[in-house]
């Protein structure tokens, strides 16, 4: 977890008032550009020119379904979506919960007719589908297995285990684990936009100055927009708030993991102390999840954050 000094200059990415400022507010749209290129690593006619924020609370066709709530949804000029979420912790059913949002920005997408604009005959729907994206920034590592040292993975669907072919373009998964991203700023390459964009996500809240290793227009930018000085009363006291919540929510994780670790070593075995943090892990989930409910917390809220289902919580 990264640890705030006293005299911070810039504010914490990994803040919701941070990261909904930076990619979740239209007038900023430029830097969820950029981002966007950058990971998708688009250039020349490639490039998302332009972006559109969509609606991030998406209710289904059945009242009684569940609905979802993104962290940031998007349209590009050609029509593909693209949902970016910032997770600080890990979830249970981390990936069924992102197969799960897919859903949404796919099913949308389906007419039941429409009248063409040349001829004004009426046309039905050839099932055709824009490419949707689900992004994940993640401040935890997702895959700890010993011969998975990917920052970022591309997860698409494919016709089976031993082709690499493609089975559809239209639906694609990217996780980024930042605690894998542990290049200094004089490791940067000059023509690695995402690496600077990675380095200033992961280490914006501790920095005092703009390093000149980011010395292009939409970090001068971003440094400008981040600077806690230039905000007024309302907009520090708001982000001051979601800083609490930030910090909060990690020293929950920590005590509950120490927790976790005493557990361990007093069971007396060598797996013990992992089964500890486990379980430490779930009884944190637990307790935020009481608290959010204490709170009269919407279900899809404590949902999302808790990653615990709503029969679980209702038993809470």
Not at 216 to 232: D, G, H, M
Not at 249 to 269: F, L, V, W
């Amino acid at each position: 977890m990264p640890s705030e000094g006293l005299f911070e200059r810039y504010i914490n990415f990994y803040t919701d008032f941070a990261f909904k400022k930076f990619f979740g507010t239209p007038a900023n749209k430029e830097f969820l550009i950029s981002f966007l290129n950058a990971l998708l690593k688009l250039k020349g006619d490639e490039e998302i020119k332009d972006i559109t924020h969509l609606n991030t609370e998406q209710l289904p066709n059945i009242e009684s379904d569940r609905k979802a709530i993104y962290d940031v949804y998007c349209e590009n000029n050609k029509g593909e979506k693209f949902i970016v979420e910032m997770q600080r912790a890990s979830q249970i059913n981390f990936v069924d919960r992102s197969i799960y949002y897919s859903a949404f920005p796919i099913q949308e997408q389906g007419v039941r007719g429409y009248l063409s604009k040349i001829d004004k005959k009426y046309i039905n729907w050839d099932y055709s589908l824009k490419k949707v994206y689900i992004v994940g920034i993640l401040s935890f590592i997702l895959d700890e297995k010993p011969n998975h040292n990917e920052i970022i993975t591309h997860a698409r669907l494919r016709y089976d285990e031993y082709s690499n072919e493609i089975y559809s373009d239209k639906l694609e998964f990217i996780n980024i684990e930042l605690p894998k991203f542990n290049k200094q700023v004089e490791e940067l390459d000059d023509d690695n936009m995402l690496d600077k964009w990675l380095f200033a996500i992961k280490n914006l809240y501790h920095l005092m100055d703009r390093p000149q290793a980011l010395r292009e227009a939409i970090f001068t930018r971003l440094f400008n927009l981040a600077e806690i000085s230039k905000y007024n009363k309302a907009e520090r006291l708001a982000y001051q708030e979601s800083l609490k919540d930030y910090r909060d929510y990690y020293n929950t994780i920590a005590s509950a993991e120490e927790r976790g670790r005493e557990e361990g070593r007093a069971e007396g075995r060598e797996e013990g102390e992992m089964i500890g943090i486990k379980k430490g892990r779930e009884e944190e989930k637990l307790e935020m999840a009481r608290k959010m409910k204490a709170d009269g917390m919407p279900f899809e809220i404590i949902i999302k954050y808790s990653g615990l289902s709503k029969d679980e919580i209702e038993k809470l």
